[in-house]
């Protein structure tokens, strides 16, 4: 039966007019679809030079945890949080623990060899084998018209040195392909709302050209007119790119940054900020659904003396365990990053979802991770991963400790649950039995 019958068909069963199949043509149940999704966000957050183990990892197991020092600001988000202990970066190769703890951290793959060697590694390296999860997802968001936006993803970042090693990147969109993080909030504004204006401008132009065009339309041949009808349908698509451009202005107006921010460490709180506060004005304009946001990099000696702390932050994270202050001001560093992390999540939950139910944290999960377990033993055991928000539906408000997993289960995780089910990412060899247990149960 053609779709047309099935219609009528429909309404007859309804028992009303003819009249009525214009306005239930369109509905998705009648065209026997499926009704659209959700909107999903990911976001993954990026901290360096590991963490203090014993301030960090809840002692307890399910969702009757403690929050100790360094995670002590996520206490209003414990019961939509997931704290994984367990997962290691099993991936092996070329470069020194810090290159390949960010370089395979989103990728789940070796390096490449290269010509960057690395203190602790006698075989330099270079960029990585394969493309960044964040990245197989947008790729897979972009390739649906319902889950297709403007930019696909955004790479934030806050006081990533401005070289390009492989210390310093994270996300991949390919073998070989580092991607480089905006630093800059004013250059991220320009990215996102520079062209507004230009397009505004556009407008006017295009309402007098649409008569025009027909104008000329009546007085050429045939084959004159089909070129013309393709430039009229190329001048519409534009307008409805306006149009989109415009509603989402009037529900996410490009926020207010503050002048004169500069690039260097003692204004690291404000640039974190300002690049949160763009980033969840990007997601209400639905200009993406995956962000990275990237702090420092590894091997980072940032200062940090709106902390109190003397000494830079790699200095500090080779300090034995013996040493109490060092240990103190890891903690805080933690502490710290643990705050900006909550501030996101806060933007998040305090934005309704424009169009929907609930909160924009209710359809975004946030991830934040670092490139090492622990900073003065260079481990790549036990991984810190933290899980905020209910963008992918895991069951959240739990401390889960797996038993030495590779972190490849996890990223499959992740795809899992935006709906794309691929079985293998990164190198195969550390996917095991697939998506890890348990996360959605």
């Known amino acids: 039966m053609s ?9 007859r069963g309804l028992g009303v007019s003819a009249a009525m199949l214009p306005f239930v043509a369109g509905l998705p149940s009648v065209r026997g679809e499926e ?6 966000r990911l976001v993954i957050v990026f901290s360096p030079n590991g963490i203090v183990p014993k301030t960090f990892w809840p002692d307890e197991e399910g969702a009757n945890f403690t929050l100790k020092e360094s995670l002590k600001p996520l206490a209003p988000f414990r019961d939509r949080s997931l704290i994984l202990h367990g997962l290691c970066d099993k991936v092996k ?88 993080p905006i630093n800059d909030p004013y250059q991220m504004f320009s990215r996102l709302y520079g062209q507004a204006r230009h397009k505004e401008n556009l407008a006017s132009v295009l309402d007098g050209l649409q008569q025009e065009l ?18 009229a349908a190329l001048v519409r698509q534009t307008e409805n790119e306006i149009r989109e451009m415009k509603a989402n202005a009037s529900v996410a107006p490009p926020p207010a940054l503050p002048s004169g921010v500069k690039q260097q460490d003692a204004e690291m709180p404000q640039l974190s900020k300002m690049q949160i506060d763009l980033m969840v004005n990007s997601f209400v304009a ?26 830079r932050h790699h200095d ?54 670092n490139e090492l377990g622990q900073g003065n033993s260079h481990t790549h055991e036990n991984i810190p991963f933290v899980l905020i928000g209910g963008g992918l539906d895991f069951r959240m408000g739990r401390s889960i400790k797996f038993p030495s997993l590779p972190h490849n289960r996890l990223l ?17 060899d550390y996917c095991g039995e697939g998506a890890l247990p348990g996360l959605t149960g």
């Open 316 to 369: 500090i994270s080779h300090c034995p365990d013996t040493d109490e202050e060092a240990q103190k001001n890891l903690t805080r560093i933690d502490q710290w990053y643990c705050e900006q992390v909550v501030y996101l999540a806060r933007r998040l939950a305090e934005t309704p979802e424009p169009g929907g139910g609930g909160s924009m944290l209710d359809n975004t999960l946030i991830v934040w991770t």
């Open 93 to 180: 190769g070329d470069g020194d623990q810090h290159m390949r703890g960010i370089g395979c951290l989103l990728t789940g793959i070796e390096l490449f060899p290269g010509n960057v060697l690395g203190g602790c590694s006698e075989h330099p390296a270079g960029w990585s084998r394969g493309l960044s999860i964040d990245q197989e997802l947008k790729g897979f968001l972009q390739s649906q018209a319902e889950t297709r936006t403007r930019f696909g993803s955004l790479e934030f970042g806050v006081m990533v040195a401005e070289r390009a090693d492989t210390w310093t990147r994270m996300v991949y969109e390919g073998p070989n392909k580092p991607l480089t």
């Open 3 to 11: 779709r047309g019958l099935g219609r009528r068909a429909f309404i």
């Open 214 to 231: 027909r104008t000329v339309a009546a007085a050429v041949s045939v084959e004159d007119r089909r070129l013309l009808e393709e430039h």
């Open 412 to 428: 499959l995780s992740l795809a899992h649950g935006m709906g794309h089910r691929i079985e293998r990412f990164g190198n195969p």
């Open 286 to 311: 639905d200009f993406t659904r995956i962000a990275t946001l990237q702090y420092n990099y590894s091997t980072s000696d940032a200062a940090m003396p709106w902390l109190n702390i003397a000494g």
């Open 35 to 40: 009704r659209p999704r959700r909107k999903q």
